[in-house]
């Protein structure tokens, strides 16, 4: 599978070049053939017969690097001898680190960071174990948690391969909301282990991010821990998804002119996110709901041995409806994509209602490219950062952890969700309500602000907040 890498993206080829038998201009008409962009130009060496030049050129996904390099191998007296990707050099050993708040300068400093005045605080704590809230990380660091089952749409590739999201997801939570984050991937798929392994892991941490771990095992080891933990517990595939999708989709319906309640919406993926994505639509007044999985849609009255899926025939699809995505899919108002790259196709986008709404949400590869569903849809958005309208989790984790972590809240509800979610649709307003912004760029400072002090508000009104919050969010440095 070919990953688009994003059109910032660019890479560097280091080239011998043969000083008698090529030239600059031959290199630039072969890359330029190829549909690269040359951006910068540097000379390493260059003695009596080689030049050495490393050339940048932005270039859009995989495929159109090995075509460049195919290309500029293929110049008489030119040889490509490395070639390296911006992507990959900024993640040579890893994204985070971990940084002292303390200098340790003398003995003094010694002695009360580390034995032996430290004992004296571990005994405050044994005293009083609440006391680890103010006297550790715990307050302020929560564990993003994945088992590598379901990363991204790139599905079940393991612990380590999935280290990479882990250690954005928490480069993120720090950058947008200072919240510590520490990525663990675990080496098992059982749902008790992970279960049993969680729990021995929380004391360090104020809450717990589920992240990339498939359906249906994500549903029994949410549930069992929050019942089990007294620190929140969020799958962030299933409620942070969902969030979002809502607030986009508030905005959405108010740019067409629909109402929620006369919808009728196509859910393609009746995974982690999927099903959560439904149940928030439903709360939020949706009624006709139709969810289509690999073997088509999901139907009311048939039984499936995946309870997840039970519930899911018994709540949705009031209709009754049957087969392919391209056969439910007439006269849908919205389609929601949680599955996987390229689903959806111009004809099925052709048999929607009028002005069609569009969620291709997979990542990285969503349903249908917003260049091809462009012309026959009237609002697009997609999950990743480099086309408009990202609707990504993005959107509400750094907020949502950053209220309840200020307010100790014990767990998470579905107020706090709901009022997430009018909080990111909020920070649009009606005047700059677009086809182009329906929701707000992640970069937008008020976002985590404003998520941050509803969820708190809602934590108090549901009775889950433990502690007076701080009256103003913590700095957010913004790009
Ligand atoms: N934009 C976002 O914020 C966001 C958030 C969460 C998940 N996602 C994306 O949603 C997708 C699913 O994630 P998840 O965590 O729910 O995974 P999951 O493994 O729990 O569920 C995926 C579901 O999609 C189904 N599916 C896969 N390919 C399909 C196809 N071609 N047609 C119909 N159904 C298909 C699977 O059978 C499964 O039921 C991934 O691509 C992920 O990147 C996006
Ligand atoms: O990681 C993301 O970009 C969003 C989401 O959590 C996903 O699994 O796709
Ligand atoms: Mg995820």
Not at 167 to 193: R, S, Y
Not at 221 to 235: A, G, K, S, T, Y
Not at 272 to 283: E, P
């Amino acid at each position: 599978m070919a990953i688009p890498s994003g059109a910032s993206t660019s890479i560097i080829l280091r080239l011998e070049m043969n000083k008698e038998t090529s030239s600059f201009a031959q290199v630039a008409a072969a890359v330029g053939d190829a549909g690269g962009d040359i951006v910068a130009i540097d000379v390493g060496r260059s003695d009596k017969t080689i030049t050495v030049r490393d050339i940048t050129v932005n270039v859009y996904d995989q495929k159109q690097t090995e075509l460049i390099v195919e290309a500029v191998n293929a110049v008489n007296g030119v040889k490509v001898v490395h070639v390296s990707d911006q992507t990959f050099l900024l993640h040579i050993g890893g994204k985070i680190e971990t940084t002292p708040k303390t200098p340790i300068k003398n003995r003094d400093d010694l002695s009360r960071v580390y034995t032996p005045g430290v004992a004296r605080v571990c005994m405050a704590i044994h005293e009083k174990p609440s006391r680890a809230h103010s006297l550790t990380i715990k307050r302020n660091t929560i564990a993003v948690v994945s088992d590598g089952s379901a990363v991204l749409g790139l599905g079940n590739i393991g612990p380590e391969a999935a280290m990479p999201v882990m250690e954005g997801k928490a480069v993120l939570f720090k950058q947008f909301a200072g919240v510590d984050a520490f990525p663990i991937c675990l080496n098992t798929q059982d749902t008790e282990e992970i279960i049993q392994i969680v729990k021995a892991i929380a004391p360090s941490f104020g809450g717990i991010n589920l992240e990339d771990i498939s359906s249906p095992r994500c549903f029994e080891i949410e549930q069992r821990l929050i019942e089990e933990l007294d620190i929140p517990v969020f799958h962030d595939d299933q409620h942070g998804t969902a969030v979002v999708l809502l607030a986009g989709l508030l905005n959405a319906v108010k740019l067409v002119g629909k109402r929620m309640e006369d919808l009728k919406i196509v859910v393609c993926g009746i995974g982690a996110a999927g099903i959560a994505c439904s149940k928030m639509l439903l709360a939020a007044g949706v009624t006709n709901i139709i969810g289509v999985d690999r073997a088509g849609a999901i139907v009311r009255g048939e039984t499936y041995e995946n309870r997840a899926w039970q519930w899911y025939a018994e709540n949705t699809n009031p209709e009754g409806l049957s087969g392919s995505l391209s056969e439910v899919i007439r006269g849908a108002d919205v389609f929601i994509g949680v599955s996987g790259p390229g689903v959806l196709k111009v004809t099925d986008l052709q048999q929607m209602a009028k002005d069609p709404i569009v969620f291709a949400m997979a990542n990285p590869t969503p349903e249908i490219s917003p260049e091809e569903a462009e012309p026959y849809v009237r609002v697009m958005a997609t999950g990743r950062s480099d086309y408009p309208n990202q609707i990504n989790n993005v959107l509400c984790f750094p907020g949502i952890f950053r209220g309840i972590l200020d307010c100790r809240a014990s767990r998470v509800t579905e107020e706090m969700k709901l009022a997430a979610a009018k909080a990111i649709a909020s920070v649009v307003s009606d005047e700059e309500l677009n086809e182009y912004y329906i929701i707000p760029s992640v970069f937008n400072a008020s976002v985590v602000e404003t998520v941050r002090e509803a969820v708190i508000q809602a934590a108090y009104e549901s009775g889950v907040a433990r502690k007076a919050a701080p009256t103003s969010p913590k700095p957010v440095t913004v790009y």
